[in-house]
């Protein structure tokens, strides 16, 4: 008679967790208390079931692993050496409070896949590797300092401190202010291979981590990440026609894609036969892109946002500028020809 949600409990007299596994596995973590010594957990697994009590009624449970660790928050300062480069625990290790360890390896891996992948096979310069760890360190370091800081809200031994700290988080989510969603605490990226200002702050939605609706294409509804291939690509509400940036020499060389996102059923034009049209389901892309002001947006091969845009002009900004971090040599010509039609619209 468990309950099938993980579970922290943050009492002075010994911290603890409890994890839902698989089938009838459950986990449980308790911190070792000062005194106490960790050898006598790993060679006496009575003293573990005598800890263990104090959280379940231990006469139902089968005892199948003992480990002993000490939670590390570290983040490793080179992430790149020549042609090795360093990913999950061996960049990064974190207290598992937030449930991030294995999250981020994953961001690691999709972030510097995609950017060896056009390297090798799609004439990339060599200078994108060198952004894997300038996005992965920072926002890796965010992630590993809400974890520890989790794990110091949790694991309080004093029981006055503790009393105080109930009293705090009371207060707060009475009030509506605390913040119990887990994804509020994961930030987006704020360096590297990104659409930025004139001061090198991110351009508007620049690092965000793209929305996921759902979207109908025939008589059958996915995910749009299920339709979209792997790559650059553009989305946009319709505002703006994807013909006008389908022919530019840089998004050619990016190889990139287009969708729109429709709201309502609607006609085609016929001639933008290489965009994906689908319609979403509940609306979440519109509301994304109205809330942001923005009319297509550019997206990155692991889904986050390289930049928006309000206009046509912009948009093709945006292409340049990606395509200036992506290759050693972009066309000059086409380029200025783009800029001159920013200073026109801008005008």
């Not at 930025?196 to 929305?211: N, W, Y």
């Not at 553009?234 to 429709?262: E, F, K, N, S």
Request: glycine residues 8%; aromatic residues 8%; proline residues 5%.
């Amino acid at each position: 008679e468990l309950p099938e949600r993980c579970v922290q409990y943050c009492r002075p007299s010994r911290p603890g967790t409890y994890i839902v596994g698989p089938d009838n596995l459950r986990r449980w973590e308790m911190k070792i208390l000062p005194g106490e010594n960790p050898q006598d957990f790993m060679n006496d697994s009575g003293k573990v079931m005598q800890a263990l009590s104090a959280f379940v009624d231990t006469t139902h449970l089968e005892l199948c692993r003992i480990a002993v660790y000490r939670f590390h928050a570290v983040v490793a300062n080179d992430w790149r050496f020549d042609r090795v480069f360093l990913l999950g625990d061996s960049a990064h290790q974190m207290p598992p409070f937030l449930g991030q360890g294995l999250c981020a390896a994953i961001r690691d891996a999709v972030n510097l896949a995609w950017k060896i992948d056009g390297v090798e096979r799609k004439g990339y310069s060599q200078r994108i590797l060198d952004t894997y760890g300038q996005e992965r360190k920072k926002h890796v370091r965010t992630v590993v300092g809400h974890a520890k800081t989790f794990g110091l809200i949790i694991g309080e031994l004093d029981e006055a401190a503790a009393r105080s700290r109930d009293q705090e988080l009371k207060a707060l989510l009475a009030s509506g202010k605390a913040e119990t969603v887990r994804q509020k605490f994961i930030p987006g990226l704020e360096v590297g291979a990104l659409a930025s200002r004139q001061d090198g702050t991110p351009a508007l939605g620049a690092g965000e981590l793209f929305v996921q609706p759902w979207v109908q294409q025939g008589a059958e509804w996915k995910r749009l990440d299920d339709l979209m291939p792997a790559g650059f690509w553009i989305a946009t509400t319709g505002a703006i026609d994807p013909a006008m940036w389908r022919d530019l020499p840089a998004w050619r060389q990016m190889d990139g894609r287009t969708v729109a996102i429709h709201t309502t059923s609607q006609p085609h034009s016929r001639h933008n036969t290489d965009t994906l049209q689908v319609v979403e389901r509940e609306g979440l892309f519109a509301r994304w892109m109205e809330e942001r002001q923005a009319a297509a947006v550019l997206v990155r091969p692991d889904h986050y946002v390289y930049g928006m845009a309000q206009t046509p002009a912009e948009l093709q900004a945006l292409i340049y500028s990606a395509a200036n971090d992506l290759f050693d040599y972009v066309d000059a010509d086409d380029l200025v020809s783009a800029v001159r039609r920013e200073i026109q619209v801008s005008v």
